[in-house]
């Protein structure tokens, strides 16, 4: 597999052309609204992944700090509507009724309908003054504001997507970290540091015993998984199997952390590495995922959302790169690993990538590199 979803892509962009088309037509020529000001209802639209949803919280903290009087609601695909429950600042979390998996045969069910309008009901009679649509790529932000009844809007210009023609809009430069262009939707000015843990007393409450009884001993957490979407993300298992083998050396012990659908892929590692291995893939929601990486002395793995989780609980990180851009996606606290011999990376631009035969990015990173880095980050912690 070297496109993600590429048919499902196709057919949501051809769609959106033509509705975004017939939008622009049937508004032409209409004042532009002016943005609203004061105390006001917003709802903000986020569609995909932990990791963008959990980065977009820095600035959605920060816009909620200078506007107190807004009122926040989110409105999210049920993939990610757990990051934004019980965040304060933050009223309602509306679920859209999409999974993203089987997408075809969800479209046709009519149960999905039904539940896709009663949500659109409800969302019109809290009368929002304003839509943030937080999504980078997909062009449904616009579709859904007039739908809803939104009057003003704000959103990304992508280069290379589908235009949303938006009330306001900022460029979302290609290579800018992620985390910053959510500050500049919102109309902030990006900090000059890097912004405070989102979740910093989760690391106190539980990182577990300290002191002479792990001494010497650290807590990894190995993320070995990726989005359903995105394996091409993923260094290979064997790979992992070799890195905890060789820290296994060291006195320290492993946390797989993994979806339900990679248990299968857990297993293989925990029955070919050698150490103290834990597996808790499958059996751990938002919640519980939280709870274990805040208990970690380090992650290592993939480019996806729990590396950013980790970052958001002030965890530090090892993040292998393949196809993607550690100067866009790298976590807070990462410390990007990648192969910078190889010219053709990084090649995932807009949610997909060319056709690649070798993935010689992340089939050719050594655990012996990684396993260095990772020595190395604790040898500063320690002091030597």
Known sequence: MTRSNALIRSLEHSAMRVALALIRSRERGMPRPAEPTGRQRVLV????????????????????????????????????????????????????????????????????????????ARLRRNRYSQFIDLELYRGTGPILKRLIGIPYSRGFQVEGALPKYHDFEVPLPRHMPEWQCFYRVLGMEIPDGKPEALYPASAGEASGPAGPERRGRRRIGIVFGSSFNWPQKKWPWEKYAELITLLADDGHEFILLGAGEEREEAARIAG????????????????????????????????TGTMHLAAACDVPTVTLFGPTDPGKWNPLTSTPVFLESLPCRPCYYLGSMPPCGHFSCLRKLEAKLVAERIRGIFELESGG
């Open 272 to 303: 070919k590495a050698r150490g103290r291995i834990t597996d808790t893939t499958g059996s751990l929601d938002f919640q519980g995922l939280q709870r274990q990486v805040a208990a970690c002395d380090l992650l290592v793995g993939n480019d």
């Open 45 to 120: 639209c986020k569609w995909c992944c932990m990791g963008d949803a959990i980065v977009s919280l820095y600035a959605i903290r920060e816009f909620k700090h200078r506007h107190p009087d807004i009122v926040i609601d989110m409105l999210v695909s049920a993939r990610i509507a757990e990051v934004y429950l019980r965040v304060p600042g933050i009223r309602g979390v509306h679920v859209l009724p999409l999974t993203g998996k089987r997408l075809l045969l969800e479209l046709l069910h009519p149960k999905l309908w039904i539940r896709f309008f009663s949500l659109l």
